[in-house]
């Protein structure tokens, strides 16, 4: 497929004419070809039309309808063979292995969904029968979820195909039942083109209305603003920046009808390492941590930016042994030549900052994006007088936390803000103390994981990739996992309504034959 | 029980030295005994800080434990007897049966909601086995939901049972796990006392930390703002006027952390009526559009402002009868003063609008705050080019939208802001155009409703009461209804934890015999 610098718009391909753009190989910060158009506000102003248009008939498509069009997306992006891979590895410097796997989550991901939308529990179909011999009588009450409306996405930097133009948002918007506006981020527009070309073709070949799916390119500051302020749009996915998601909340909020906005921000991760688990295991824990400090070049929303222990000969051993192990890892190729500006400048601040010093560091970098890992160390003192602290460092660089005793561990995780994740180490001899320590990461974190590390975010049913603010701005959902698929919806309670009128989950007869909740018990079909 | 003017502040009663207000019985505008003092910045501190405190043993306490709880504040407001009614009839001007079906309503609603916590569905309990085998394998992953943290909860003027101290909104939070800090609404201070200290009293009684319930009392712009502003505070209830409600979302959002706000504000509830139903039933769909308009001297979020039909001899008719049965209605008691000079100006500004008349009204005022109630009429190009109309005017107002066609009608439908309701009356001839209708109003109203009037919100499973903004703050939730548990409630994952350190609900053995989805299917236990 032939990558011509064009947004799409319904059915159509159109050139932006409001400014022009390259993608940028990070690894020689050279330009790529071709030329990429930037959207004038009637362009944003015709996607968010025939989104709006779309949306009745798109909602009301059957099960296996929508169901059919995801997993066409995702055979449509299996379909673009290397070609894909390719563009995505000179747009993003990130490896080809990684980007394989990454596509296979992407397809994965529209898959889980296409299941998610046939199960049906999503409905949440629900009937309370009619008792007219009650006093007051009850009528007959029927509740199901509906799509909220057309869903604006902002394609993630760090995740080219499983954030991006088909991922986990516009896949569970999708799912849900939203016509998608997604605005292309501009460090992977080759990338975004391609794959936006296979939602395109799957709308048309699944005879859905052209609105079902744009794609618009341009600055978040304008294209990403217009399209959160625009009636149509009535909810918004975004992965990226703290600065980046408070400025769609802020615009969302000032609406004349505010929407809500799904963004996830940033997080640090905190790594708790009991004392136990240090003496027994402190080694392997020192490597497993800086493999998943580097992994990627350390760009994981997941990346574990905190590691806590009590100050003790194992922590100090573990400190030794990950820095040592620090020192063999190649300075990798971070995604653009922005985001590796911030962490030059993010992680030299550190330098600045009284009572934290460098305790090791990854090779040198060798070419114009490539990112020197680092690890420092201060007191538990230290980093609970020192906000900038948990500042998200986006990028290989940890901070590792010497507590003098377990009340100070307790003190340093209950001053943390809200995480997608915090981890324990622990061996059962350390479990009377992650006893202690549960309570606070639940009410800090969305997901909670024990002897493991953060990075790798499973696509499941039970997956949260979430959590209290600033690690998102609604810690109520999650963006990956199967329930993600709820942030797009809401309750509509059906009384009195005439059988013939009935929507089809809520038909006495079920033809959907999903599960519902019925007098208050759940009835499978 | 002796009424004494204290708040309630975790187990202590204390008399608020930041001001002083008495209530008013708004039959003859004399004030009631006893004083009711305001509460100071540091009372309000004690009262969040005491719900901090409690957060972690109550969200923690069994399924059972809660449930008996919730049961014992029910069984508590019936042990008030008497007078609890007498005190809420003079504080309201409310008649003594509607109180007594209120209370019904509102220990229902308690029991319900023990129901639901002992059933546990709302925590979403989920599993999805461990891969071991898998490339790469998979981790043991499980999800439960938490409760959000200490909830702020205010009191709504129109139910002083039912959505007030022990209401909807403090049910559903502490069945959630969240500990409750209640602004007692100033227009029936006495009530609030009589209940708040039922539920004190529970509090002792199941020996829990003591800050699960306080009860503070003030004015919404100093007590109200700034319990909204406390660190503590996680999530707000809320129920009243469209300016009060953004004052509090506003403020939510303007916090270090934000926090959700749930805020049902106005609904003008369009009542269709299509031309069959008309032509076969006008007679008697006039007698009970008035009776439920009139009802509870229309001070209900439900009450029906707008009733839209196709101008033709049976709408005339129908307008004919309305205005007869209106004749009939006795000016009746408004809630408070306030209320009623609210109404009397929002209802007197009609007159300036031009293309609206009155069609007919109730009888005058008798007593200081009774409100005499009106309808009008308009065409359905005076409605769509007058934006003014669409506006709440809470009290016994209506107005009729006679359009010139069925175009027309939709065109009206679709103009509508967000409602809690839209009501259609259509026998089956009129399927065809109400299956046009339908999809518009899915998209307006949480709930819709078939041959009926929208006054009257059973307490149900299928029960929604919401809608989009302006109707709440918040689509995707309700107030009524088993499902408005999940307003105060976020996701946790649990990855690969130890069998020995997991939540109850995600035990293998499943202690509380919850319905898990397992491996994405759902399992009764």
Known sequence: MHITGQMLIGKKAVFGLAGNIKATDPSTNQEIEPVFGYATSTEVEQACGLAEQAFDTYRNTTLEQRARFLEAIAAGILDLGPALIERAAQETGLPVARLEGERGRTVN?????????????????????????????????????????????????????????????????????????????????????????????????YNLPEGVFSMLIGAGSQVGQQLVSHPAIKAVGFTGSRTGGLALVHTASQRKEPIPVYAEMSSINPVFLLEHALVTQGEQLARNFIDSLTLGAGQFCTNPGLVIAIESEASQAFLHQAAQALEDKHASTMLTPGIHQAYVKGSSRLADIAGLRLAGKGQAAGSPCAAQ????????????????????????????????????????????????????????????????????LERKAGRILFNGFPTGVEVAHAMVHGGPFPATSDSRTTSVGATAIERFLRPVCYQGIPAALLPTALQDDNPWQVTRMIDGKLTPA
Chains 1, 2 share one sequence.
């Open 109 to 205: 991901q529209l898959r889980l969904f296409a299941k998610v939308v046939r199960d049906g529990h999503w409905l949440a179909a629900t009937i309370d029968a009619a008792l007219p011999d009650r006093a007051p009588s009850r009528p007959d009450l029927r509740l199901q979820k509906i799509a909220l409306g057309p869903v604006a996405v902002f394609g993630a930097s760090n995740f080219p195909l499983a954030f991006s133009v088909a991922g986990g948002d516009t896949a569970s918007a999708l799912a849900a039942g939203c016509p998608v506006v997604v605005k292309a981020h501009n460090a992977h527009l080759g990338t975004s083109e391609l794959v936006g070309r296979v939602i395109q073709r799957a709308v048309a070949d």
């Open 373 to 440: 890992a680092m690890l420092s160390v201060c007191s538990g003192s230290t980093f609970l007088n020192t906000p900038a602290l948990q500042e998200e460092i986006f990028g290989p660089s940890s901070i590792a936390i010497l507590c003098k005793d377990f009340t100070e561990v307790l003190q340093v995780a209950a001053s943390l803000e809200g995480q997608l994740t915090a981890t324990v180490h622990a061996t059962s001899e350390d479990h009377a103390q992650a006893r202690k320590l549960l309570p606070v």
